[in-house]
Structures are given as structure tokens and as C-alpha cells.
């Protein structure tokens, strides 16, 4: 792994196992198409399918960030409802090298964001801090920093999954994040996740499709504050092949990998033959300049 060129990140929003909003898949698919869809949903068994995909696909990433894997309500983990808790698929079955957890929420409403890896995690190192702000007043964001080792050089890797509804909040959130990027003296970094947010320059409502858009994106400075600190997006254009959200009827791009300048972006693209989430993964492969 260390002689890699390049290292390939993927984002995946789990959906905490629920799988894609069945109207949206159905709505695009063949008859025949159709009815194997809704047999696999009545089967609910989307984090054994997320987990299994990434196995078979584990040597194209070398990093999978995780959001919204369920980990219990009311104070009661998840290993009131089953054996192994939705981490332990990811973990045991995905056969990644390592795992990183972060719990988040609280008694309410728990979830957990994960980061998957192949390469050397300087475990003793990484930041798992919580976020302010509450969604819907049942749970709470957070956000994993951690250092890796990349070709004997250390780089930054994070995950996050932002407050969905309130761009003030979800300011106050990324504010919390570059303060730890500004920490890292220069490091390299690269930073993926569930924004919650659009691009620059794109619709912020009227989508036909998806969760409630009313003051979910106006006057968002989500990649304002990122790029106050070195990190950059891919350019999007408002088109469907970039559009991350809802499965089946995409409207929206939500989910990104961002980069520091010291990066170098070799390939980049929604991942649209994954549908086992409401969102599609987003796939991003850069290389670090000389």
C-alpha cells in the first residue's frame, strides 16, 4: 500500500440501513426490474448488502467513509435488536484493515460515522469530537479527523455527516471542523462526508424529489468557511452526473470529498450503480503533487 500513487476515497450515507426511498427506484426501473427491487427491500437486509459490496470491492478504496450507521435509540444500543451491531457488518464483513468509530448523537437517537481503511491509521493520533448544534432535537453531528500513513508521508483523512436542515447551524458545525484542519500546520487532508448542502451557484429548492428543501440550503457558507482553510471541491455543475440525491431520482448533489491543495485530483465521480442507500457514494482518486 505504500507505493501506491494515488489514494481512492469513498462516501457513502448508509441511510442507517433502511435502504434507497422505494417510490424514487421504482419510478425509473423496468417491470421486471421493478419487482426484484421490491423484493430485495421487503427483505431489509441493506446493511448486509452495503457491507457486501464493500467487500467485493474493497481493493478499489483504500478509504470508506460511513455515515449514519444506526446504533440505537432511548439509551438502547443496537444489540437490543440483534446480535451484531451494523458496525460490526461493515467491520467483520467489508475486510477492510481497520475501523474507526465515532458515536454520536445521544440517548434518543444513536448513529455511529465510520471510516473504513487499507492504510496505516496512527491510531493514538486521530480527533473524534462532536458538533454543535441538535437535529430536530434528537440527535447530534460529529466528525472524524485521523492520520494515515501514505506513501511513508502522514496525510488527513475525515468524515462527517453535517445538520441536514439549518444552515446557521450547519455553519456553526463547519466552523468546529476548519479549526481542527487550521490545528494540522499545512498536512495534507482530505475531508468526505454528507454535507447536507448544494454547490455554489446551484438550485436551493423547488427539486421534485427528496426530503423537504424549505431553508435547507438559502445562504450557505459551508464551502466558504472550508476554503477559508485550504479545502476545495471538485467543481459541479447543477447536473444529474453529479447529483448524489435521492436514489432513483437524483435531483441534488449532498455528498463530496474534498481536498487541500496539495492534491492532485486524478478521477472523480458519483458512484450511480450503488442503490442500496437514499444516497449515492461519491468517489474521488488523487494523487499528491511533488
Request: hydrophobic share 40%.
Amino acid at each position: 500500500m505504500s507505493e501506491r500513487k494515488t489514494i481512492r476515497c469513498l462516501t457513502i450515507n448508509t441511510h442507517r440501513g433502511r435502504g434507497p426511498k422505494l417510490p424514487y427506484l421504482l419510478a425509473q426501473s423496468p417491470m421486471d426490474e421493478a419487482e426484484r427491487i421490491a423484493l430485495l427491500h421487503e427483505m431489509r437486509v441493506y446493511t448486509f448488502y452495503i457491507a457486501d459490496w464493500l467487500h467485493k470491492h474493497r481493493h478499489e478504496y483504500d478509504v470508506v467513509g460511513l455515515q449514519e450507521v444506526f446504533n440505537g435509540i432511548l439509551g438502547l444500543g443496537d444489540k437490543l435488536f440483534r446480535k451484531f451491531r451494523q458496525r460490526d457488518h461493515y467491520r467483520l464483513i467489508g475486510g477492510f484493515r481497520s475501523t474507526i468509530s465515532h458515536g454520536v448523537g445521544f440517548a434518543g437517537f444513536r448513529y455511529e460515522n465510520l471510516m473504513l481503511s487499507q492504510l496505516q491509521v496512527l491510531a493514538h493520533r486521530q480527533i473524534n469530537y462532536l458538533l454543535p448544534g441538535k437535529i430536530a432535537f434528537l440527535a447530534a453531528s460529529g466528525f472524524t479527523l485521523a492520520p494515515f500513513v501514505f506513501n511513508d508521508e502522514v496525510v488527513w483523512i475525515g468524515n462527517t455527516h453535517l445538520h441536514p436542515y439549518n444552515p446557521s447551524d450547519r455553519a456553526r458545525q463547519v466552523r468546529s471542523i476548519a479549526e481542527e484542519v487550521r490545528k494540522l500546520n499545512g498536512a495534507p487532508v482530505l475531508f468526505m462526508g454528507d454535507l447536507n448542502t448544494v454547490p455554489p451557484g446551484c438550485r436551493v429548492n423547488g427539486f421534485p424529489a427528496g426530503a423537504r428543501d424549505e431553508f435547507s440550503y438559502k445562504n450557505d457558507k459551508t464551502f466558504e468557511i472550508f476554503s477559508e482553510v485550504g479545502l476545495s471541491m471538485v467543481p459541479h455543475a447543477d447536473a444529474d452526473e453529479f447529483y448524489t440525491y435521492p436514489t432513483g431520482l437524483p435531483n441534488r448533489t449532498l455528498d463530496y470529498v474534498l481536498f487541500s491543495d496539495h492534491w492532485e485530483v486524478v478521477n472523480y465521480h458519483v458512484v450511480k450503480e450503488f442503490k442500496f442507500s437514499d444516497h449515492y457514494p461519491v468517489f474521488g482518486e488523487f494523487r499528491l503533487k511533488d
